[in-house]
């Protein structure tokens, strides 16, 4: 999976280092002018210095989408100057974190990626992105939040060594900043530290600089532009802190989870049925110029392991032809329960060496329905933690297809007669996402009529 990460400050390496080590590729954005403080522990310093490391992790600053994938094979971890991510166009990210800590959205949408994961205030799980991470120091740091948004902004720092606010060096003027102390010097309270638009900053308690300003950036009055600790803890200056690490922690999480989700997803379609209503077996029936079950064969994502179950020649054949794993039922007559049990035992036998965490359940009257809306389905169901998913139209019932995650495999397995699996959907529903589509996308074929 690609990851673009939307800034590269300290709280976003700590999250780029926590994903490079588990193996992920990744893209950062920043400033043209980075403004991070903690440089020596922040990539955002590749945009001017050409590579950063940071704990044994090389960032170097890439300037096209080739210098993107070369940096990328060399296992590096490429930065670019781009601060509207337009880079993302090109690089496709199937996941986009936005690490900016800027305490508000600056234009990120919930559309942006598969899994969109806001960092900090001014996001809402469900609205501008699919999940929330806490960066309020205290319990919850780093919690992952489904629904609703992070602890809003105090203005007050955390506390570290009994000083909040104190430990910040802010310009004390418009203008050019100019230290002339820097990151890993200890310093007293009053020691001149550095100029901005030519006025001195001063420092307000003793201890040792954490951060600090590059020479020659823009800064405005009041503007962060270091941190004094009191721990005086040099090793500090170079190492990713224990924030950084939570929130990296928590982002983590919630791509394991989105990943393990996305990738353990198998597919059945249930292709057995009589078509009673219709007179005949509606499914080798003509539609449109094609055979109405060959719409639902199409229709189903290739990524996914698919398996039809049905007892007719015809379909098995060219669903094989497509990949699928064939499962045959004989006794149509027992029902679609019967149906749902001979797909779910398939997948889930003692032999089986990775049995899915969920199942996509497909019906094969759908001739509208398209592989976009089922893949939204999958994706919308992964990005989540809920354990059941369905497509509906707008202000509808729940419908077809539908998604069960393991937990309901044993309901699934005790359903009887010609019941499916939309009576789990809906004694269920605070466990249920629902994805909306186009009404005439889950329309069914049951009449000869519709033909």
């Not at 996914?304 to 379909?315: A, C, F, P, S």
């Amino acid at each position: 999976m690609k990851i673009l990460i939307k800034g590269a400050g300290d709280l976003a390496t700590g999250i780029a280092w926590m994903l490079k080590k588990a193996g992920y590729d990744l893209l950062m954005t920043d400033l043209e002018v980075p403004t991070a403080v903690r440089r020596t522990v922040s990539f955002s310093r590749a945009v001017y210095e050409g590579t950063a490391t940071v704990e044994g992790i090389t960032a170097r600053a890439a300037y096209d989408i080739e210098q993107i994938y070369e940096t990328i094979n060399r296992d590096e971890i490429p930065v670019i100057a781009d601060p509207k991510a337009e880079i993302s166009g090109s690089f496709s990210p199937d996941i986009v974190v936005d690490a900016i800590i800027a305490k508000k959205n600056t234009g990120t949408r919930i559309d942006d990626a598969g899994l969109v994961i806001g960092v900090g205030p001014g996001f809402t799980a469900g609205m501008d992105c699919h999940c929330v991470i806490e960066t309020k120091r205290g319990h919850y740091l780093g919690r992952v939040i489904r629904e609703g948004s992070a602890a809003p902004n105090t203005g007050i720092p955390g506390d570290i060594g009994g000083y909040t606010s104190e430990r910040i060096i802010r310009a004390a003027a418009d203008g050019i900043f100019k230290p002339c102390r820097f990151i890993g010097d200890q310093v007293s309270k009053g020691d001149l530290l550095a100029t901005s638009g030519g006025v001195p900053v001063y420092a307000s308690i003793s201890g040792i600089i954490r951060g600090m300003l590059q020479e020659g950036v823009p800064v405005s009055l009041n503007m962060k532009c270091g941190d004094i600790d009191p721990r005086c803890e040099a090793a500090h200056c170079l190492t990713i802190s224990d924030k950084a690490r939570s929130i990296g922690g928590g982002v983590l999480e919630a791509v394991t989870s989105y990943r393990y989700r996305l990738e353990r997803t198998a597919f059945v379609l249930l292709a057995s049925g009589k078509g009673e209503r219709f007179g005949a077996n509606k499914l080798l029936h003509v539609y449109n110029g094609r055979r109405l079950f060959a719409y639902a064969v199409d229709a189903a994502p290739g990524y996914l392991e698919r398996t039809v179950v049905t007892g007719y020649d015809e379909i098995a054949d060219y669903a094989a032809q497509k990949g699928f794993n064939i499962v045959r039922n004989p006794e149509p007559e027992l029902g679609i329960s019967h149906s749902i049990h001979l797909g779910l035992a398939s997948l889930t036998s003692a032999q089986t060496l990775q049995p899915p965490s969920a199942v996509v359940f497909s019906v094969c009257d759908q001739p509208g329905l398209t592989v976009q809306s089922i893949d939204r389905l999958i994706h919308s169901y992964a990005a989540g933690d809920k354990g059941l998913a369905c497509l509906c139209s707008p202000g509808a019932d729940p419908g077809n297809p539908c998604l069960f995650s393991r937990k309901y495999f044993h309901d699934l397995m005790s359903l009887e007669g010609d019941i499916g699996g939309k009576r789990i959907i809906l004694e269920h529903q605070d466990d249920l996402i629902r994805v909306t589509a186009d009404s005439r996308e889950l329309t069914d074929i049951d009449y000869r009529e519709q033909i």
